[in-house]
Every structure is written in C-alpha cells, then in structure tokens.
C-alpha cells in the first residue's frame, strides 16, 4: 500500500539549532514533494515543496533535500526559533489521481528558547 | 488571490444529530476540493475528494457524505453523529498537486 514513513514523531531543538524531519516514500504519481506547516486550531499551511528537477530547495531558513534512488526527502530547518514550534507534515502525490496527495504522520517540533 | 471558508469554526451536536459542514472557495475555477478529518495530535484522513460539480469519490466508508452543488462549494454532511466522528475537519481545495487548507471546523460530538 503506498505511503509515506515520516521521522520522528516529536523533536526538541534549542533556538538557534538545526531541525531535520524525515521522509520516505514508496510509489508517487510525481515527483513533487511538500511540506506543510500546521500550528495549533489552524489549518495546514504549504511551506514549502520541491519538483524532480532539483535535488535541494531552499527558502529562507529552510531547505528541502531529495534523494530520488533513495526515495526519501527531508525538511532542514535552520537557525530553529521559537515560532517555529508547530507540527510539519510531509506529502507525495498519490497515484490514485485527481491530485491526492498521501501526507506523512506529523513530527510535533518544539524550539526550546 | 484564492482564498477559502470554512464555516462553523467550532460546532458542538449530541450523538445522533444531523451535520452539515460548509467550504467555499474563491478566486479560482473548476477546483479540486477535499475533506480531511484530523483525531486530536494525529495526522490527516482524507474522507472525500471532488473533481468537479457532483463528482464525488469516498475514501473512508463511514456514516459521513459529502456533496458538491456549485463549482466552489464542497459540503459534508450526516444523518446521525456518533462520538467517533469527532475531530478536527478540514476543507482543501488544489491547483495540480498543491493543496491549500481552510482554517478548519472543530466538531465535538457529546
């Protein structure tokens, strides 16, 4: 059954540090892989996400790596603040169509001041 | 820009009681709409997904349905609640494969 493992569950960082969340998949429809960010009572956000072209894509203090043979992507969250506290899900396209997206189980991150 | 409701934000109903559930989107056309569920520090269930007005596909058998009367508007709805249907229910709608959320409807059922 496709899905998507994601790694770990919850992570404790102090501010400043490097957050990294991981994810492997199985079989997409495509190769395009997002992030979303979700804080508590609101909805998920699309932070970022990332297309077969690149291996790495990065937007301000976060970076998207993707290894294709692998079949794994990770989320790398730099200089980690306390804003940043909030769940992050990965997703893959799902090959079910009608652009389904198969998400991850969520890593509670927590950046400790 | 594309923006997209949900309405109520937070809703309380006894078990057996009627749902309904509204999300509208604007600023786009001809979308795909979802419906996920989120159990309380869980991940998202996808329940339903919509291609088009009246074309609606189930992910989950359960006591829920959802219908889709205009091209923006994706309703879910209940005959009779039960304590499992609780959650946090979220409203998506999606240009190719990115997916952007509504600000979701809490739904406790007593």
């Known amino acids: 059954q496709q899905q998507v493992k994601q790694s770990p569950q919850s992570l404790i960082v102090q501010k400043g540090g490097i957050s990294i969340i991981n994810c492997a998949y199985e079989n997409t429809a495509f190769d395009y892989f997002p992030w979303y960010q979700q804080f508590p009572g609101k909805g998920p956000a699309l932070l970022i996400a990332i297309r077969p072209d690149v291996s790495e894509k990065k937007e301000g203090r976060f970076t998207i790596s993707f290894n294709k043979s692998a079949k794994q992507f990770s989320l790398h969250i730099m200089d980690s603040q306390p804003g940043d506290s909030a769940t992050y899900f990965c997703?893959?396209?799902?090959?079910?169509?009608?652009?389904?997206?198969?998400f991850g189980t969520g890593t509670r991150l927590t950046v400790i001041p | 820009s594309q923006t997209i409701h949900q309405w109520p934000a937070t809703l309380v109903q006894p078990v057996g009681s009627p749902l309904s559930l509204e999300c509208t989107v604007e600023g786009t056309s001809n979308p795909n709409l979802y419906w996920y569920r989120q159990a309380a520090g869980r991940g998202l269930q996808l329940l339903f997904y919509s291609v088009g007005i009246g074309q609606i596909s189930s992910e989950v058998p359960q006591n829920l349905s959802a219908s889709r009367p205009q091209d923006r508007q994706f309703i879910l709805s209940s005959k009779k609640l039960l304590l499992s249907d609780s959650g946090f229910y979220l409203c998506?709608?999606?240009?190719?494969?990115?997916?952007?959320f509504g600000p979701g409807t809490r739904l406790t059922v007593t």
């Open positions: 997703a893959a396209p799902r090959e079910t169509g009608a652009n389904n997206l198969f």
């Open positions: 998506a709608w999606s240009r190719r494969y990115e997916q952007y």
